[in-house]
């Protein structure tokens, strides 16, 4: 990311100015959303813009309420080599002035961040749920239940920029419709519609609800926020009731043509292998999601769950390592094809995979020297370092993008405070409103 | 692709006007490369540029040797409407001006192709190897022979462009080395450096030379010219002694870390299956490839060839097509999961798969079907319309990239004519040669 610092300097166009300023304040906040607080010589140098041009821009992201300055005190020893006796003011996000609303459904229940400016997480809560989960309706409600109680918690004055919703099935954009969740037993499920409703009957509030695949969110999240940073060629695996994909080409999420790339847990790995919930034979979930794992370590899906597993691994129990491990060879022989189609350079196990990696890894990797040389080498398989909340900051990124494109834009739909004029000649957009 | 309309208006920037003209210059080719001959009229309604500006990029490019003018009398239909009386010269590329010489190597021989502007092929030549592949020295012998047989009867002035030479293997970019090509025996083949030794040897020749994936060559070729234009989400699949495979993503090909991806002969689909020449057991290709195909119609790899098993289905030999249908079930299962991880618009079938396509399409169909269906709608399975040409294509085209990037720095570079002035603003780059 550069800052456009050559065309900010014209004079003579106006309109294309203004462009470039708010696309200047636009990198600005990205930058502090990406890296945190900065001094203002931090700002100048990472951007190529002037110290005064800096300054009129942070001014301008003050006055919408998203960022903040002082003096930077903190970090002394940085100021006083680079301010030349003055201190360099530490610029700072706001970070609760906006935040996102995610929420995470597993067959299990939902998990719900509040998650402001910097990743940073304000508030999580889980709630299981008392109800199947193809119960449409208790899923909504569970979720407009957890909103409220956030949103009472949050400190004024925050906005509430956007409601995301992992879901762990195939989502139709942009309406945001489950096409099909097979381990929540959906199928042509409205949930962005059902949600916008609700949230607007039960609260008088209406956000933009969007709704993600949860393979897809994750990688996101690791991408910019996990174990995949510095990476743009990543395979993101998530074990769960199902086992989810995610997969970053060249930096960007790969959708395909419908938004639907990327479902890995259908990967026939063994034609003649276990009936799947989807109707084939043989998907890699089947032989690797939860439920193959319980019954793996010896245990009946229907009374244990993973978290029995955990446990018997952690107390070292030689029926479940060796289930673990035999697990392990399945995911092996998954990942082999995924790293012989993709070339990855990480990929990363989240969920119920990324838990029980340090007890299969031999056989992952074993299994794993199957791919050809080529595509193999320089591949990192590593752990979630996200865990649970890869879904969360992945969905929290998603609802952070248009604020961090557009700024001054975003908070004036909002009803953000008005940004502050810079210079007359920069006044234009902001005195329309 | 848009031409910069706007840009080249102002008048204070000669530098970046400069960059201008050569981009719209390279547009105003391309456009000719994409569509064929095209009236001045039509060249105007295309680029947004106007009419004079448009003559003047015209004149550049004919001056370079690229295109030529005639009168439209072909087309007068056209002209007599849109050029008010006065009729609307023709444009066409000048189509032997500049060639790519592209060489497609499989495991029987080396097929060969002079390639000019707008994807017209002047030459084609076939030569079966006497040795076998693995014999690397024979493999450069044979490109250099159907090298000097084509360059002797270019007319002239003709320039090569580049070599470009298509494996069925691992190829490393940017030097072009063969890291593995299992089904010619080859492993870490600095090819593109043999290549260019021999060419310099023999020939006193020093082009450019390229190495591509037949698979990738195959997928652009199709992209770009073939089954597959329009499409920006594309799976391209060839059927040889092994199965190559390329992936466009957005319009891109999927390369991956190292430019390995895209391999899906090598994906897992039977773990107890056949071994494959890779090691593993169970790859598509152990289970799709020309050998398996020939061994399920009965017939001996050791004696008979691809031909024989299209001869037989051809004569509608009853075993035949049984075994073909047989075949057919596990190129579907394979689809099946290269859907779901993909969601691609259009699978493209090449090679002995493209070939055999009508003989196996219900059963091909059938097992796909076990694919998602949401990443199912819409997703057409189609043969190939360039068939052996569309690595010769697609390679052409990856040489034609720079030229079509850049004609007036490229022709310079290949010694081409000298660009005529078009204002004498505009010659600044032009006249330092």
Chains 1, 2 share one sequence.
Not at 6 to 29: D, F, I, K, T, Y
Not at 104 to 111: L, N
Not at 198 to 206: E, K, M, P
Request: glycine fraction near 14%; include cysteine; hydrophobic fraction near 45%.
């Amino acid at each position: 990311m550069r800052l456009q610092a050559g065309a900010v300097r014209r004079r003579s166009e106006p309109a294309s100015q203004e462009v470039v300023r708010r696309q200047n304040v636009a990198s600005l906040l990205r930058l502090l959303h990406e890296r945190g607080s900065l001094t203002r010589s931090e700002l100048t140098a990472a951007t190529g813009l002037n110290r005064s041009t800096t300054g009129a821009l942070t001014t301008e992201l003050a006055a919408l309420g998203l960022v903040r300055e002082r003096s930077g005190g903190a970090r002394s020893g940085v100021v006083e080599v680079r301010g030349k006796g003055r201190p360099s003011l530490v610029v700072e996000p706001v970070v609760g002035r906006v935040q996102a609303l995610v929420f995470d459904v597993t067959t299990t229940g939902v998990t719900a961040a509040a998650v402001g400016l910097g990743a940073f997480v304000l508030q999580i809560r889980r709630r299981l749920f008392d109800r199947d989960p193809q119960d449409v309706a208790g899923v909504v409600e569970t979720i407009v239940g957890l909103a409220e109680f956030m949103l009472a918690r949050m400190k004024q004055p925050a906005t509430c920029l956007a409601v995301v919703v992992s879901v762990p099935g195939s989502v139709r954009q942009p309406d945001g419709q489950v096409r099909r969740a097979p381990s929540l037993g959906w199928s042509e499920v409205p949930i962005a519609r059902l949600l916008s409703e609700a949230l607007a009957a039960r609260s008088g509030l209406r956000p933009t609800v969007l709704i993600g695949n949860d393979g897809d969110l994750g990688a996101i999240g690791e991408h910019l926020r996990g174990a995949a940073r510095h990476h743009q060629e990543v395979l993101y695996v998530r074990g769960e009731t199902g086992v989810a994909g995610g997969i970053i080409v060249d930096g960007e999420l790969l959708k395909g043509r419908g938004g639907y790339a990327g479902e890995v847990g259908h990967l026939v790995v063994d034609p003649g292998g276990p009936l799947c919930r989807c109707g084939a034979r043989g998907c890699w979930e089947a032989l690797v999601g939860n439920t193959a794992i319980i019954r793996a370590v010896g245990r009946d899906p229907g009374i244990s769950d993973i978290d029995d597993v955990l446990a018997d691994v952690a107390a070292g129990n030689r029926r479940a390592l060796a289930g673990v491990r035999r697990i392990g060879e399945w995911v092996g022989v998954g990942l082999a094809s995924l790293i012989n189609l993709f070339n990855p350079e990480v990929v990363v196990l989240g969920g119920s995979l990324g838990s029980l990696y340090p007890a299969m890894e031999s056989s992952v990797r074993s299994a794993v020297g199957r791919a050809l040389g080529p595509t193999l080498e320089n591949v990192a398989i590593v752990r979630s370092e996200l865990g649970a909340d890869a879904q969360l900051l992945g969905g929290a990124e998603v609802a952070f993008a248009e604020l961090l494109h557009d700024p001054v834009g975003t908070m004036r739909i909002l009803g953000g405070s008005a940004p502050a004029p810079v210079a007359s000649s920069d006044v234009r957009a902001a005195s329309s409103q």
